[in-house]
């Protein structure tokens, strides 16, 4: 999607160079920059210190690191080493298990020799597959939008929670997909953009929307419920880290209360959903999908500019108060009205899930 009058992607490698380019995500909104990465260490480490953040994003950087990886070495131990050390990085968002599995399938009957060639591409086609998944789910999401303002013929008004546009994925976003669409298509939008703390991510949908010249509001995480009570929300669009079988849809933390209020003042709330998502050996959400705990340094200080629009970090509390800062959470598949998937709008719930991706009956492990 475009920044300022150009287009780009959130990654883009140069195979030929060993480097792989990403959108440092920790620096905006307030700077655009992008950093190279050339080894798999940096790799994890852009993952880990969220420089690339967003269940597929997560998952394709990954992929890279691991083309890093054995472009330097190409060895078993090489491999098995970068994908453990990837794989460690965080642990909510399946999209990160799958990049890798499907790494490691790809290359393991591959001779050391021509592993690199064969790792740079299949980190490409993933890529490139996340923008064509993301594309039709853009497509599917729109047609919703159009309903709703066919039914309406006024502005459709949008809550999103985090960031799930195109800098969480490679192109496109997943969440905000179908809005760039409706917009280019004319259609009048507005999204409400919860802020999304301690990360902040609602300022990265914010930023988004505005180089593309979509109109929005930010909001505090708490202001969803009271603007759906004032029938301000239509839809409310979100992205997902994990949907398991059963359709319950972890993703952001604070998701699941966006969820209970549309539910409770009748908006309907869809998760997009693309199928690397999908997590089809979760049986049960709330114990089987491990939820990242993060530092608690990001619930003690916020982050902003000084007057002099310097990077600045403020405490806002001390060591002497406890805090706990869990990552995501899950909303059940029942206050789900539909996942947004690139097949189609599907109810969230085991049988339908199955209907369009009937090859995981047989078997609790999804393969592509
Ligand atoms: C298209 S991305 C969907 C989700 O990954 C997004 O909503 C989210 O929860 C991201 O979490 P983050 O911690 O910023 O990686």
Avoid at 26 to 48: D, G, M, N, S, Y
Avoid at 185 to 200: A, L, S, Y
Avoid at 335 to 342: M, P
Wanted: hydrophobic share 45%; with cysteine.
């Amino acid at each position: 999607m475009k920044v300022g009058d150009r287009h780009y992607r959130s990654l883009w490698a140069e195979p030929d160079r060993g480097r792989v380019h990403v959108i440092d995500q920790t620096r905006l909104p307030h700077e655009f920059e992008v950093k190279t990465l050339t080894t798999v260490e940096e790799a994890v480490e852009a993952i880990r210190a969220m420089r690339v953040r967003g269940a597929p994003l997560i998952g394709v950087a990954a992929a890279h690191g691991v083309a890093l990886a054995v472009d330097r070495d190409a060895s078993n131990a090489s491999l098995d080493r970068a994908v453990a050390a990837l794989r460690a990085t965080r642990p909510t968002a399946v999209n990160l298990g799958w990049a890798l599995d499907r790494m490691q399938d790809k290359l393991a009957n591959v001779k050391p020799l021509k592993r690199a060639q064969a790792a740079w591409a299949e980190a490409q086609a993933i890529a490139d597959e996340d923008v064509e998944l993301n594309e039709a789910i853009g497509r599917h999401g729109l047609a919703l939008i159009e309903r709703e303002h066919a039914a309406r013929r006024r502005r459709i008004e949008i809550l999103t929670h985090c960031n799930a546009g195109w800098i969480a994925t490679v192109d496109w976003g997943t969440a905000l997909a179908p809005i760039y669409m409706a917009h280019d298509k004319g259609i009048p939008v507005h999204v409400w953009v919860d802020e999304t703390r301690p990360r902040n991510q609602g300022l990265l949908t914010a930023w988004e929307l505005r180089q593309h010249g979509v109109p929005h509001t930010l909001v505090t995480d708490n202001a969803g419920g009271h603007l759906m009570q004032h029938g301000k929300v239509d839809m409310v669009f979100v992205g997902a880290d994990r949907v398991t079988r059963r359709g319950d849809v972890c993703n952001k933390i604070g998701t699941y209360l966006k969820a209970l209020a549309a539910r409770d003042n009748d908006v309907p709330f869809y998760a997009a959903v693309p199928t690397p998502t999908i997590d089809w050996k979760i049986e049960d959400a709330h114990r089987d999908i491990p939820i990242e705990e993060r530092a608690a340094g990001e619930v003690r200080a916020v982050r902003g500019l000084d007057a002099h629009g310097m990077p600045v970090e403020v405490a806002i509390v001390g060591d002497e108060t406890a805090v706990s800062n869990p990552g995501f959470d899950v909303t059940p598949a029942k206050l789900v009205t539909g996942l947004i998937t690139e097949k189609g709008i599907v109810r969230a719930n085991e049988r339908d899930l199955l209907e369009i991706w009937p090859r995981s009956q047989e078997s609790k492990a999804y393969v592509t």
